[in-house]
């Protein structure tokens, strides 16, 4: 089946920059999108960013202007450059994978998440 395998994480300066890589493997049939969602401790999980193939993008508020996210199709493999880091963006990274239609998203599979740390 699927499989997602988040790579990149650590810890990061605030103001500093670091880029998350998902792979994806398996059988991916029908999947058209990635992205990342996060979750920091004690709250619930939140969208950070996604993309189709076809390049349609969505984006939390809190990052717009400082994350970009970008899609490789042909290694089915997304990335989330994060620039100018906050400690509030310290969370755990979670990558997926799944459709999207009629203008929706669908998050069908998921990788086991990988921690990033904004701290002085």
């Known amino acids: 089946q699927m499989q997602l395998v988040e790579s990149g994480g650590g810890l990061v300066q605030p103001g500093g920059s670091l880029r998350l890589s998902c792979a994806a493997s398996?059988?991916?049939?029908?999947?058209?999108?990635m992205g990342w969602h996060r979750q920091a401790q004690g709250r619930e999980r939140e969208l950070v960013a996604r993309r189709s193939a076809g390049g349609s993008t969505e984006y939390a508020d809190s990052v717009k202007g400082r994350f970009t996210i970008s899609l490789d199709n042909a290694k089915n493999t997304v990335y989330l450059q994060m620039n100018s880091l906050k400690p509030e963006d310290t969370a755990v990274y979670y990558c997926?994978?799944?459709?999207?239609?009629?203008?929706?998203?669908?998050?069908?599979?998921w990788g086991q998440g990988i921690q990033v740390t904004v701290s002085s």
């Open positions: 398996g059988s991916i049939f029908s999947i058209n999108a």
């Open positions: 997926n994978a799944g459709r999207r239609m009629n203008s929706r998203w669908y998050d069908d599979y």
